[in-house]
């Protein structure tokens, strides 16, 4: 069995927390709970007929002030990086966080994981952004935590990445 560490990073708020629950444990829940350091949760799959163990790194949430520790990072086969389409500033943060991972570890596979899609009436972030990020090798897709929309199939395609 194959044992990937993903870490989940972007700003604070944006529903990486959310995600993991979604993803590992098929629950939701609107009280906001902030993530202090790090939580780890294990999901096994099969891909294939490849087993995989996702090792996932719920890592606290980032702003001007406190910045994801590279430590956190060290050993981690791809992340995702969520960002939340009602603040447009969160992909701002994103943007930062893939650069600053990039610098510290590699380039190593990520996805953007687009949330609160069940809000897309309210999406702030210009498409123009969007497609000029996908054009530079940015993969987006379109999830929401509360509705499990896309959740399920975003974390499949990231682990079809480590599948033999």
């Known amino acids: 069995m194959l044992q990937k560490k993903i870490c989940l990073l972007g700003a604070f708020g944006v529903g990486k927390t ?18 202090v350091g790090v939580k780890v949760e294990k999901k096994l799959m099969t891909v294939g007929t490849q087993e995989i163990a996702l090792i996932l790194w719920d890592i606290a949430g980032e702003d001007e002030v406190s910045a994801v520790r590279v430590s956190y990072l060290r050993g981690a086969a791809a992340f995702l990086l969520v960002v939340d389409g009602t603040r447009p500033e969160t992909l701002e943060t ?29 999406w702030t972030i210009p498409a123009a952004r969007m497609d000029a990020l996908a054009s530079a090798g940015w993969t987006f897709r379109r999830t929401s935590a509360k509705t499990g929309d896309g959740v399920e199939a975003a974390f499949e395609d990231l682990a079809a990445l480590f599948a033999k």
């Open 18 to 35: 959310s995600l993991v629950r979604r993803y590992v444990s098929s629950v939701f829940s609107d009280a906001y709970l902030t993530t």
């Open 94 to 122: 994103a943007e930062s966080i893939q650069a600053r991972v990039f610098k510290e570890v590699g380039r190593i596979p990520f996805f953007v994981l687009l949330n609160k899609a069940d809000l897309e009436h309210e």
